[in-house]
């Protein structure tokens, strides 16, 4: 069974940087898509950042594009997520999310993944 456990939330002055880290385990990683999602108090959860099985594509949405970097190691069967000039707006419950998905086709809707962790909170303050 897949699970996944992220790692790495906390406060950050804006401006500031933190990453995350999610740990992937239960099978092959690479038979999967992973991605990034947050969400804030009384929103919907949001699509973040996502890379390919292999690694070599990524996808990000326009509010953190040029702030953030998704990566993945196969190897330690991780997924991170590097936030640069980090804003208050930032601040959520952010959340990784495995797809079984070996595809080209960039996955950005949350009810697509089939796998999600407890999530890990950010917090920026002004």
């Known amino acids: 069974q897949v699970q996944l456990v992220e790692s790495g939330g906390g406060l950050v002055q804006a401006g500031g940087s933190l990453r995350l880290s999610c740990a992937f385990s239960?099978?092959?990683?690479?038979?999967?898509?992973m991605a990034w999602f947050r969400q804030a108090p009384g929103n919907e959860r949001e699509f973040v950042a996502y890379i390919s099985w292999s690694g070599r594509d990524t996808f990000y949405a326009d509010s953190v594009k040029g702030r953030f970097t998704v990566s993945r190691d196969n190897t330690a069967n991780t997924v991170s997520l590097r936030m640069d000039s980090l804003k208050p707006e930032d601040t959520a419950i952010y959340y990784c999310?495995?797809?079984?998905?070996?595809?080209?086709?960039?996955?950005?809707?949350?009810?697509?993944?089939?796998?999600w962790g407890p999530g890990t909170q950010v917090t920026v303050a002004s």
């Open positions: 239960g099978r092959p990683f690479t038979l999967y898509t």
């Open positions: 999310a495995a797809e079984l998905n070996q595809s080209s086709l960039r996955t950005t809707v949350a009810t697509l993944y089939d796998h």
